[in-house]
């Protein structure tokens, strides 16, 4: 049983090592984003996008999850992203 458990346990770090790694290069994406939208003079806020991101993770087929708490998940992924990006157009701002 306490194999079994340890075992679990271990894929669930090993899940969490490949989240952190992606959340980190969503994170570098999003920093080239505000470069790009702060050369073209565009906001940091889409809401479009933004709603399309939040409606791809709502159409979550899997019945086990919690599709609002999942869309939450990521209403904070996306506000970190949007704090990324509004540093990023600062600094872009200050160079220029």
Do not use: W, Y
Not at 21 to 43: A, D, F, T, W, Y
Request: net charge negative; glycine share 6%.
């Amino acid at each position: 049983m306490a194999d079994e458990l340890d075992d679990l346990r271990e894929q669930i770090n090993q899940i969490d090592s490949e989240l952190v790694r992606l959340l980190c290069r969503r994170m570098e994406l999003s920093s080239r984003i505000g470069s790009v939208k702060s050369e073209k003079g565009l906001p940091v806020i889409d809401e479009a996008r933004e709603n399309q991101i939040l409606s791809a993770v709502i159409d979550c087929p899997d019945p086990n999850i919690d599709t609002q708490a999942l869309a939450g998940l990521f209403e904070h992924i996306i506000d970190i992203s949007r704090k990324i990006q509004v540093r990023q157009s600062r600094q872009k701002g200050s160079e220029g």
